[in-house]
């Protein structure tokens, strides 16, 4: 009850400010916002002693159980850290909007924005049915889209809104259709069931696909290689998005979700190879291109790219543990993993901290662009503090906390390398070696951002506004994520102990019980392979740092149009041509091209059906005769009908049209049922006078003058679209290939409590079908609310965009 509660505490808090924003003025009201990831962490940290010593809390809500669909919350280790940083992290980010973001923005947009994703993210992490949480999982697209877009009237936050949506929100089908395999080989959707269930889908033959299926969408929403392209373009957001999605919470949900399923998929191997090699390219192809960045929230956009790489690796390489079964000293294999969530920690905190300090260089100085900074550590200095601290931890430097992750990474690359994996023994290698060259440009923009941004000749002459230091409300934020760095590095086994050993008993269910999963962290192991790997990143990259300008040029060796970007922007481009092309060719403005498209399917799809199946057969011996006042009425209708074709008056043809309908009507009386020729008395008197009322309006009624090849195509399609209507009525008389499903609904009122069957099935059986169609009209009615109300003036104009 209480996880229920903490997901939905920020749909409620948004809905409210949506309604109280007008006249909550006197507070900002981002200072309401702020609330509820306060009370949230509250709740998480009164939970962590419990799920500290082993028990994870769990709470069912039956929602469509004839689906397996419930909304079941799951507590223990792992989601915990992910839960914490979810409203820990988003505490800090709303504390530092409120200095941040100017009143004249649409405030209250844009924390119903946040907190929808807050919630969205929450219900990502919290959710056991794989259902649920795909449902939360592409609420975080469209809330990230909203986000990413707030500054709509910039063309470039439109376009990286889009691409986030497109790219993301595919891998969640992708993702969605890997789910419904696990459904199929497991008869479940509820992820801790199906761990238990491993033993017996291994060898499945869906087993393989759904991995893949899966692991596609997490690589979408973690930004791995080569669906990274969408991150960069995110920055277009405000600063506090980007602290927020795109440091601590929506880049991590892919993460999130590969270590909840490496209990069914560890013990594959292709799981360690896709995750593991597509991690390190990430991590190097990030690092690589954040170099080259001459904007620093580009620059920290590359490098969070190339940091969520080392942590999708790490996550690959404790895989192991799972594939080989545990033949030798497990903490070896584990290590790597417990050195993800430990780094993933870290990097909430120093990546926070450093778009936070980027977002109060824009605030104070007015630009991002490296080539115009320089020389701010004197004038700002708090602010150099803060990205002194975020980037030495970045680079991986001591005292920081990610010395002690990055030290970790390289002894897990180290252990991988020795393990006997490799077909060809030189391939091992590539592991420390990619790790390390990543890891040298990371210390070089790491560089770049402390040399560049605030040491070095001032260049802020060139900016127009003048420069001071930012108050001290925005920077507290940012100071205690650094207060953060420094703690974790000295304090590291506390937060081991309390969060970071459950996290690896829910990565490791099976083997929790009996073997020791989580190593003591220490800042010194005395002169290793790791410590001397460091060193050379310290001196290889201060080195390349010094030499930047005599090796750039390589960068021009990768053509742009070759550029996975290009790609991106060529399909869309191609896209649109030709689905613009496709369009116009049918697309004539003329009604009788779309009903000639329409009734030309409805033949061919009919009429193939009926053919190949047998399904049109027909007898007349148990029918009833045909009374002379019946043919009557046939003769009545069918001259009507015939006329119509031949009158040169619209209101004669509206009159004619009526004798059709309320021919049907007199019909229904006949044969006794009332309450459709009730039903069909008020439609065809409605529709009657709505087209006379029309008509009235519309100008003189002209011959329209046809090919005579228009007039015989025409003809031929109503013939056969009528024949065919025919022998559908005529074989649904004796079509007997399916039971039928009167026999269901005549038994409505023990189903339904309903004693009129027509009712029962309107109101109860096709209950969602018939809401459907109400939402369809009231939808149909503000459309043309909004045209009334936004009609042209009189002598007027086009209605408005």
């Given at each position: 009850?209480?996880?229920?509660?903490?997901?939905?505490?920020?749909?409620?808090?948004?809905?409210?400010?949506?309604?109280?924003?007008?006249?909550?003025?006197?507070?900002?009201?981002?200072?309401?916002?702020?609330?509820?990831?306060?009370?949230?962490?509250?709740?998480?940290?009164?939970?962590?002693?419990?799920?500290?010593?082993?028990?994870?809390?769990?709470?069912?809500?039956?929602?469509?159980?004839?689906?397996?669909?419930?909304?079941?919350?799951?507590?223990?280790?792992?989601?915990?850290?992910?839960?914490?940083?979810?409203?820990?992290?988003?505490?800090?980010?709303?504390?530092?909007?409120?200095?941040?973001?100017?009143?004249?923005e649409s405030l209250q947009h844009f924390y119903c924005y946040l907190l929808l994703f807050m919630g969205a993210m929450l219900g990502v992490v919290f959710s056991d049915n794989l259902m649920v949480l795909?449902?939360?999982?592409?609420?975080?697209?469209?809330?990230?889209?909203?986000?990413?877009?707030?500054?709509?009237?910039?063309?470039?936050?439109?376009?990286?809104?889009?691409?986030?949506?497109?790219?993301?929100?595919?891998?969640?089908?992708?993702?969605?259709?890997?789910f419904i395999m696990l459904h199929m080989m497991t008869d479940s959707y509820s992820v801790h069931e199906i761990i238990h269930q491993i033993e017996h889908i291994s060898e499945h033959e869906l087993f393989i696909p759904a991995m893949i299926l899966i692991l596609l969408g997490a690589f979408t929403k973690s930004a791995q290689f080569p669906f990274h392209i969408w991150l960069p373009d995110a920055m277009e957001a405000p600063t506090p998005v980007s602290a927020y999605l795109h440091s601590a919470t929506m880049v991590k949900a892919g993460i999130y979700l590969v270590a909840r399923l490496s209990p069914i998929f560890?013990?594959?191997?292709?799981?360690?190879?896709?995750?593991?090699?597509?991690?390190?390219?990430?991590?190097?192809?990030?690092?690589?291109?954040?170099?080259?960045?001459?904007?620093?929230?580009?620059?920290?956009?590359?490098?969070?790219?190339?940091?969520?790489?080392l942590i999708m690796s790490l996550v690959g390489m404790g895989s192991v543990a799972y594939a080989l079964d545990f033949e030798a000293d497990t903490v070896i294999y584990t290590q790597a993993t417990f050195a993800a969530l430990f780094h993933l920690i870290n990097h909430s905190t120093f990546k926070g901290a450093l778009f936070m300090m980027v977002g109060i260089v824009d605030h104070e100085v007015g630009t991002r662009d490296i080539r115009r900074l320089g020389g701010l550590m004197s004038i700002m200095p708090l602010t150099f503090t803060v990205a002194v601290i975020g980037s030495l931890s970045m680079a991986g430097m001591p005292p920081f906390n990610g010395f002690l992750s990055k030290e970790l990474f390289f002894a897990a690359v180290l252990h991988i390398k020795d393990l006997n994996l490799f077909s060809i023994s030189s391939v091992g290698i590539l592991f420390p070696v990619i790790a390390w060259i990543a890891s040298v440009f990371t210390?070089?923009?790491?560089?770049?951002?402390?040399?560049?941004?605030?040491?070095?000749?001032?260049?802020?002459?060139?900016?127009?506004?003048?420069?001071?230091?930012?108050?001290?409300?925005?920077?507290?934020?940012?100071?205690?994520?650094?207060?953060?760095?420094?703690?974790?590095?000295?304090?590291?086994?506390?937060?081991?102990?309390?969060?970071?050993?459950?996290?690896m008993v829910s990565i490791y269910p099976n083997l929790a019980p009996a073997q020791k999963l989580t190593p003591e962290i220490h800042a010194w192991?005395?002169?290793?392979?790791?410590?001397?790997?460091?060193?050379?990143?310290?001196?290889?990259?201060?080195?390349?740092?010094?030499?930047?300008?005599?090796?750039?040029?390589?960068?021009?060796?990768?053509?742009?149009?070759?550029?996975?970007?290009?790609?991106?922007?060529?399909?869309?481009?191609?896209s649109e041509s030709l689905s613009n092309k496709v369009t116009n060719s049918y697309m004539t403005g003329l009604l009788r091209h779309y009903a000639f498209y329409i009734y030309s399917f409805f033949i061919f799809s009919v009429g193939v059906f009926f053919f190949y199946s047998g399904a049109f057969s027909f007898s007349t011996e148990n029918n009833a005769s045909i009374e002379w006042?019946?043919?009557?009425?046939?003769?009545?209708?069918?001259?009507?009908?015939?006329?119509?074709?031949?009158?040169?008056?619209?209101?004669?043809?509206?009159?004619?049209?009526?004798?059709?309908?309320?021919g049907v009507t007199f019909f229904f009386v006949l044969f006794r049922a009332p309450d459709l020729a009730l039903t069909q008395l008020v439609v065809e008197s409605v529709t009657t006078v709505l087209f006379l009322l029309c008509f009235y309006y519309l100008p003189e009624?002209?011959?329209?003058?046809?090919?005579?090849?228009?007039?015989?195509?025409?003809?031929?399609?109503?013939?056969?679209?009528g024949a065919l209507v025919v022998v559908i009525s005529l074989?649904?008389?004796?079509?007997?290939?399916?039971?039928?499903?009167?026999?269901?609904?005549?038994?409505?009122?023990?189903?339904?409590?309903?004693?009129?069957?027509?009712?029962?099935?309107?109101?109860?059986?096709?209950?969602?079908?018939?809401?459907?169609?109400?939402?369809?009209?009231?939808?149909?009615?503000l459309g043309v609310y909004t045209l009334i109300k936004f009609k042209a003036k009189k002598g007027g104009t086009d209605f408005e965009d």
């Open positions: 009850m209480t996880i229920h509660v903490a997901i939905i505490l920020p749909f409620l808090m948004a809905f409210i400010i949506s309604i109280i924003n007008k006249k909550f003025t006197k507070i900002h009201i981002g200072w309401l916002a702020l609330t509820v990831p306060i009370i949230v962490f509250i709740i998480l940290a009164r939970l962590i002693p419990i799920i500290a010593s082993g028990n994870p809390y769990t709470h069912t809500y039956q929602w469509i159980p004839s689906l397996d669909i419930n909304f079941t919350t799951y507590l223990d280790g792992l989601s915990m850290i992910f839960g914490l940083l979810i409203s820990g992290i988003g505490s800090l980010v709303v504390l530092y909007s409120i200095f941040y973001l100017s009143s004249k795909y449902a939360f999982w592409e609420l975080t697209s469209v809330s990230s889209f909203l986000l990413i877009s707030f500054w709509h009237h910039r063309k470039a936050s439109r376009a990286g809104a889009q691409k986030s949506m497109l790219i993301t929100v595919t891998g969640g089908v992708s993702m969605l259709v890997g560890g013990g594959e191997m292709l799981w360690f190879w896709i995750v593991t090699t597509v991690g390190l390219i990430t991590l190097f192809w990030g690092s690589f291109n954040a170099v080259k960045q001459t904007d620093l929230k580009a620059l920290l956009a590359f490098s969070t790219v190339s940091q969520l790489g210390f070089i923009y790491c560089m770049i951002i402390i040399f560049k941004a605030f040491l070095g000749r001032p260049l802020i002459q060139k900016v127009e506004r003048p420069v001071h230091e930012a108050p001290f409300p925005l920077l507290v934020a940012p100071f205690i994520l650094c207060i953060m760095v420094i703690s974790l590095f000295f304090f590291p086994n506390t937060l081991g102990k309390y969060i970071l050993k459950p996290a192991h005395g002169i290793n392979t790791e410590i001397l790997m460091t060193i050379a990143v310290i001196l290889i990259g201060a080195i390349l740092y010094r030499l930047l300008g005599k090796w750039m040029g390589i960068y021009r060796f990768y053509p742009p149009n070759w550029s996975l970007n290009a790609l991106y922007v060529n399909v869309i481009f191609g006042y019946e043919w009557i009425l046939i003769g009545v209708m069918l001259l009507a009908a015939i006329s119509i074709l031949f009158v040169k008056s619209r209101i004669t043809a509206v009159i004619l049209n009526g004798v059709l309908g309320f009624w002209s011959t329209e003058k046809l090919s005579i090849s228009t007039k015989i195509s025409n003809s031929i399609i109503s013939i056969t679209v074989a649904v008389l004796n079509f007997d290939k399916f039971e039928r499903i009167s026999k269901y609904f005549e038994d409505a009122y023990n189903l339904a409590g309903g004693a009129n069957i027509v009712n029962t099935i309107l109101g109860d059986f096709r209950g969602f079908d018939t809401m459907l169609e109400v939402v369809v009209l009231f939808i149909a009615g």
